[in-house]
C-alpha cells in the first residue's frame, strides 16, 4: 500500500480518536491533529490531552498556533513592562528576530508593548497556561506487513528514545480478524495496538484494543529537559491551530467533483469523478480532472454563501471549532 493510499484511513482513526479518546482508560478530553512532528519523525495521528480549565484559558489567546518564535515571547512575557531583552531568555539566536517577534505577537494580541525611548517594552496580557497533559503518536497501517511493522519499529525506537511523545498506538484495519501474532511480536511492547473495523463507519465500537500500550517515558514529567518540553509545546500549538480536518487548505473543495461524504460519524472527502477517497497529493492544482465549480453555483440559489467549495470549508472549520467547543469545562468562567 502506499503511504497516500493511507489518507483515508487515517481520516477515520482521527475522527474515532476524537469522538472515543482514550482507548482503554475511558474518556479524556483531547484534541486530535494529523500529520504533525519534528524534523526528525512525523507521526500520523498525534492526540494532545488537555487540562479543560487550561485549555479554556489557551483558547482566550485566539484559534491560531502560536509559533515557535511567539512562544518564546509569549510565555516569557512579565506582568509588568520591561525591556524585552530583559525580559526574555537568551534566544540563542539574534535578537532582531525577537524583536519582529514581539512585533508579530502585539499584532495578534497575545502581549502587550510600547515604547520606551528607543526601547520596547512588553507586558503580558494573561499568563500561558500549562494546557498540555500528554502527547499521543497513532501509527496508521491498515495493512500491516513485514515492512511495515519493521518500519514501525524503528519509528517508535525513536520515540522511546526522545522522549516527545508519552504513548504510542499503531492502529490496523483487521475487517473482523485477528491481527497476525507473528507481526505483532515485532513491534515494541511499549507500543500499544488498536484493532480497527471501520467497514460499518466510525465509533467506539469499531475499535479493539488488542494490546495496551505503556508510557514511554515513565516519570518524565521531572525528566524531560526544558528544550524537549518546548518542542512538545510547539507540536501541541500546531495540533491546536490545525485539527485533523485542515485538508480542506490544500485540497480542492472548490472542484465541482469534492463531496464530503459520511462513514459513520466521520465526514471524509470523495472525488465524483474518480469515484473514490482522493489522496491530499492527487486532489490538487495538478490534477487534470480538476473542473472549477461553474459560477452560477456561486450565485443562483445555492443556499451558503460563496457556492459549495466555501461552503464545505466552512463546514469543516465549524467542525473544529465545535470539538474545540466540547473540550472545555461546563460552566467554567
Ligand atoms: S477531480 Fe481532482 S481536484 Fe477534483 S475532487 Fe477529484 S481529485 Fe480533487
Redo the contacts with the bound molecule.
Keep these: 500500500m502506499t503511504p497516500d493510499a493511507e489518507f483515508g484511513y487515517e481520516l477515520l482513526v482521527c475522527r474515532y480518536a476524537e469522538l472515543s479518546w482514550h482507548p482503554s482508560e475511558g474518556p479524556r478530553p483531547a484534541l486530535v491533529a494529523r500529520q504533525l512532528g519534528t524534523r526528525e519523525r512525523r507521526w500520523d495521528t498525534v492526540v494532545i490531552e488537555v487540562d479543560p480549565a487550561a485549555f479554556e484559558r489557551r483558547r482566550a489567546f485566539g484559534e491560531r498556533t502560536i509559533d515557535s518564535d511567539l512562544l518564546h515571547v509569549v510565555r516569557g512575557a512579565p506582568p509588568e513592562w520591561t525591556w524585552y531583552r530583559d525580559a526574555l531568555p537568551d534566544p540563542g539566536y539574534p535578537w532582531r528576530y525577537v524583536r519582529q517577534a514581539v512585533h508579530r505577537a502585539a499584532g495578534r494580541d497575545l502581549i502587550e508593548k510600547r515604547r520606551d525611548g528607543n526601547r520596547i517594552q512588553i507586558r503580558r496580557v494573561r499568563p500561558y497556561p500549562d494546557w498540555v497533559e500528554r502527547i499521543v503518536a497513532v501509527e496508521n497501517k491498515p495493512d500491516l506487513d513485514r515492512s511495515a511493522a519493521d518500519r514501525l519499529a524503528e519509528q517508535l525506537g525513536h520515540d522511546i528514545e526522545t522522549g516527545l511523545a508519552d504513548e504510542a498506538w499503531l492502529a490496523t484495519e483487521t475487517t473482523g480478524e485477528r491481527v497476525e501474532p507473528a507481526l505483532l511480536r515485532e513491534l515494541p511492547v511499549e507500543a500499544g495496538i488498536l484493532a480497527t473495523d471501520f467497514s460499518a463507519g466510525v465509533d467506539a465500537d469499531a475499535v479493539d484494543v488488542a494490546w495496551h500500550p505503556s508510557d514511554l517515558a515513565p516519570g518524565s514529567g521531572e525528566r524531560r529537559d526544558a528544550e524537549t518540553e518546548t518542542l512538545r509545546l510547539e507540536i501541541a500549538e500546531r495540533a491546536y491551530g490545525k485539527g485533523w480536518r485542515s485538508f480542506h487548505d490544500t485540497?480542492?473543495p472548490d472542484?465541482r467533483?469534492?463531496e464530503l461524504r459520511r462513514e459513520g460519524r466521520a465526514l471524509v472527502p470523495y472525488?465524483?469523478?474518480?469515484e473514490k477517497v482522493?489522496t491530499a497529493r492527487?486532489?490538487?492544482g495538478s490534477?487534470k480532472?480538476?473542473?472549477p465549480e461553474p459560477p452560477q453555483w456561486r450565485t443562483k440559489g445555492w443556499p451558503i454563501e460563496g457556492g459549495p467549495g466555501k461552503g464545505l470549508t466552512a463546514l469543516l472549520e465549524r467542525r473544529r471549532e465545535r470539538e474545540r467547543d466540547r473540550i472545555a469545562p461546563a460552566g467554567d468562567d
Excluded at 472525488?271 to 474518480?274: N, T
Design positions: 485540497m480542492r472542484c467533483h469534492f472525488c465524483a469523478a474518480k482522493p492527487e486532489c490538487s490534477c480532472e480538476f473542473s
